[in-house]
């Protein structure tokens, strides 16, 4: 994902990050290049969202600690939001 962000992102652009714990050292550098380059970041977690949260300027946190439970959430958020840019466009 960082490099991707790095190559591709713009600002005004949106980085979409997806990890259940928050502390995925991967997407943590990932989201700390988005702010840097200007991105609007949304993160979607696991309970409190960790690491990712404060870099997150839009944080959906499930509120378990269940990886399959918040895994399952992710997808259903997922979906839901991409009906609503859908119904947008």
Known sequence: MLYQIEALGRAGDVALALT???ASPNIIEALKSARAAGLVTVV????TGGAAAPLADFLLDVPSCATPRIQEAHLFLLHYLAGKLEELA
């Open 20 to 22: 259940t714990s928050g």
């Open 44 to 47: 979607l977690t696991g309970e």
